[in-house]
């Protein structure tokens, strides 16, 4: 008979008839007979009450019987609530409880999805089992992260750059006298001429992704035909924010040997003229051209040196990536956008300032012609064949 119900009741049955031991087991088996339900009346169920989600708690899908062709109803069993295989299973083990026990818990069904109550679960409650005792590695968690290695937090943003101190020169402005100059409208020359050219590095030659190996970057597309057209054609001065001993270590990679004693001057951040406090913080460089020109040594690379002939702000042009570095001269200077070390650039940048140097060579006043016609940045540029072979 009792091969026709279901295997989760046969073990049911069979886990209360090893733990019974008394007379009474045969009329509590019995009774349980009684109270289930045939096999066929379980399987003959219509499609619309079928519940396609599995039980979570019995490993089965859930089963509604057909109201139609069902028997009796099980106490606790209604038609807005119909009864599933796990209630079922506790329905039975209830009312069996309460006769080994002699104690009649009432009983409430819920609805499913609702939370059971301590009054309402038929099961007696579980004590949890306890903990097995922690291991002791030798100290809790907070200790043993302090005793490990601090990581370096990558990407720590920087301190902001603040103005230098009145000290170190302040916020420098330009001159009456600069301004009046640079107010003359610009006059072509016959022929180009050499000029004197000052190259920023970071940012605009090349990029130097970490400050903990501020010897290692990355070039700028272009960067070393552009360098070796600057120093086969004009005059070339080298002057960045960085330290001389890096600039060097730098230089040493960038350049060949040949090309950097073509150099005029290599200049750091030790020409800047700050404070020693300022050279510890991080505050605005300000590239003077006029310490440049007030250099004895950077005059006498002038061409024309013998004939009295200068470097001023009529054949001087600074390339940099910061417009507010050449404040003091602002109509010298040619702004190019930031490198930050993007391999495939968009619109060739140093091409561009090539073509731009070019024109600049053939103006009587290099600080007129910026000032009328300043240098625009073209992203749709491209190289012609010939370049792009070269």
Avoid at 283 to 308: E, F, N
């Amino acid at each position: 008979m009792w091969r026709n119900y279901p295997s989760n009741v046969l073990n049911f049955s069979a886990k209360l008839s090893r733990r019974l031991a008394t007379p009474r087991c045969n009329s509590i088996n019995l009774k349980l007979q009684s109270r289930l339900l045939t096999t066929e009346q379980i399987t003959t169920r219509t499609k619309t009450e079928r519940i396609a989600k599995p039980d979570r708690r019995v490993g089965q899908n859930r089963a509604i019987d057909n109201q139609n062709s069902r028997g009796p109803r099980i106490q606790g069993e209604s038609s807005s609530n119909p009864l599933t295989w796990g209630k079922m299973q506790q329905i039975i083990e209830s009312q069996i409880e309460q006769e080994v026990t002699g104690s009649s818990p009432p009983y409430s069904p819920q609805y499913e999805g609702s939370p059971p109550s301590a009054k309402s679960s038929p099961r007696r409650s579980r004590e949890p089992s306890p903990t097995p005792p922690k291991k002791d590695w030798g100290g809790s968690k907070s200790e043993v992260k302090s005793k490990q290695k601090p990581v370096p937090q990558k990407g720590k943003p920087r301190d902001e750059i603040v103005p230098p101190s009145a000290e170190s020169g302040g916020i420098p402005e330009p001159s009456p006298e600069y301004m009046a100059y640079a107010s003359h409208p610009p006059f072509i020359l016959p022929s180009p001429r050499i000029i004197f050219i000052v190259i920023d590095l970071n940012g605009t030659l090349l990029f130097r992704p970490s400050r903990t190996r501020p010897t290692e970057f990355t070039m700028r597309p272009y960067a070393r035909e552009f360098m070796s057209y600057c120093l086969r054609t004009f005059r070339v001065a080298i002057w960045s924010s960085a330290r001389m001993k890096n600039i060097t270590a730098m230089l040493n990679k960038f350049l060949t040997p040949q090309q950097r004693e073509q150099l005029v001057a290599v200049w750091g951040r030790e020409h800047f003229g700050l404070s020693p406090k300022d050279d510890r913080n991080r505050v605005m460089c300000y590239k003077r051209l006029t310490k440049l020109w007030a250099d004895a040594q950077i005059q006498s690379t002038h061409p024309d040196a013998d004939l009295g002939k200068r470097w001023d702000q009529t054949n001087t042009l600074l390339i940099d990536d910061s417009f507010e570095k050449g404040r003091s001269e602002p109509y010298n200077i040619v702004q190019i956008p930031e490198f930050h070390g993007d391999p495939a650039e968009e619109g060739y940048v140093l091409p561009q300032i090539h073509d731009y140097i070019n024109e600049c060579s053939r103006q009587m006043n290099i600080s007129s012609y910026i000032k009328s016609s300043p240098f625009v940045m073209q992203y749709g540029f491209q190289l012609a064949p010939q370049h792009t072979q070269q």
